[in-house]
């Protein structure tokens, strides 16, 4: 029978001449969040995908943000993503998929994962507006395609519907959220991973 038999958790440290990031992620955590980052409304929805995920996670992100956002959103993707890569180990004995369908008001949006050592992202969502008081909107996919392509994850994200911006994203991280925890569980009918090949 598969069970947890460690902690999943993980410290990622990323320095560059650009960014500063800091993540420390426990997936079997309760949705404990310390978030600090030069880019607020990333801060906002990392707070979201921690607390609806039920992770622990702190996160340092600081850089050159009097350029743009793009570096610091990009690199928390990628840091966050090499963390949980590192945190979930060899995936044995979990049901590696998992779905989030997650309405926000008028929004709805629809997030599904495969644990699958195969980066991809498929990300379908068109918004009314560019921006999001300061923060460009294009850098959601920006973060999301680094986090898959880190945590070695196959990401679909559709939104299906909405009128207003923020309302769609956060509908988009909270589903992330919910979604990697389901794929994440162990399930104990699994010996060991979920895949013909043997491996993932």
């Not at 702190?58 to 990009?74: F, N, R």
């Amino acid at each position: 029978m598969a069970e947890k038999a460690t902690l999943r958790q993980a410290e990622i440290q990323r320095t560059t001449q650009e960014t500063s990031i800091y993540v420390n992620l426990n997936i079997d955590g309760t949705g404990k969040r310390e978030i600090d980052t030069d880019v607020p409304f990333m801060s906002h929805m990392l707070d979201l995908w921690a607390k609806h995920g039920l992770f622990d996670l702190q996160v340092k992100g600081h850089g050159d943000v009097e350029i743009d956002d793009h570096h610091t959103t990009e690199d928390m993707g990628i840091t966050l993503g090499q963390a949980f890569a590192k945190a979930i180990g060899d995936k044995a004995g979990i049901k590696r998929y998992g779905q989030g369908l997650v309405p926000m008001d008028e929004s709805l949006a629809e997030v599904i994962v495969d644990l699958s050592n195969r980066p991809h992202l498929e990300y379908h969502a068109q918004y009314p507006t560019d921006t999001v008081g300061t923060f460009p909107v294009e850098l959601v996919e920006e973060f999301l395609w680094k986090f898959a392509l880190e945590a070695r994850i196959t990401l679909h994200v559709r939104v299906q519907y909405g009128k207003n911006t923020h309302h769609m994203i956060e509908a988009i991280f909270k589903a992330l959220g919910r979604a990697l925890d389901d794929a994440t569980q162990y399930d104990p009918r699994i010996q060991g991973v979920l895949s013909t090949k043997g491996a993932l």
